[in-house]
């Protein structure tokens, strides 16, 4: 959990003052085979002035699995992301999100790998979906 105060650049007649409060969870199985993470986070603010509340919500599941060929370095996995931003809320733009991920990870080492991601994202109702196509390097130490 974490509290805050967040004063917005702008004033407006509601006030530009707010309570936040931010509260999450999360699960992570990650003794492979399968590998399976989540979390869920939401994002309160109040107005000081007015007293009104929103609720922003996210939260994210990820499957994976290891697959046994070459020494077990390729892991294929699905993620699918949701973000919902109310339409009264004063803090945030709308950032609503639908997003699924399809990704393959190879290890080069226990400490880097190659990630490549198909993702299908959808923004706002009248924003059509964009198809994309990622690539990554990761390091650990």
């Given amino acids: 959990m974490y509290r805050d105060k967040l004063t917005l650049p702008v ?3 509601t006030g530009n003052e707010f309570r936040e409060w931010i509260s999450a969870a999360h699960i992570a199985w ?3 085979n399968p590998e ?3 979390e869920f986070a ?3 603010h109040k107005n000081i002035l007015t007293n009104a509340i929103t609720n922003n919500q996210a939260y994210y599941v990820q499957i994976g699995y290891r697959l046994p060929w070459f020494e077990k370095t390729l892991k294929p996995y699905y993620r699918f992301e949701h973000t919902h931003t109310p339409l009264s809320e004063q803090v945030f733009t709308n950032q ?3 997003e699924s991920i399809l990704g393959l990870r190879y290890d080069i080492t226990n400490y880097a790998s190659f990630k490549s991601e198909y993702r299908n994202t959808k923004r706002l109702l009248t924003e059509p979906r964009v198809n994309g196509v990622f690539f990554q390097t ?3 130490f």
């Fill in 11 to 13: 004033v407006t007649p």
């Fill in 42 to 44: 939401n994002v309160n």
């Fill in 96 to 98: 609503d999100l639908v």
């Fill in 30 to 32: 990650t003794k492979e």
């Fill in 36 to 38: 399976f993470l989540a």
């Fill in 138 to 140: 990761d390091f650990t």
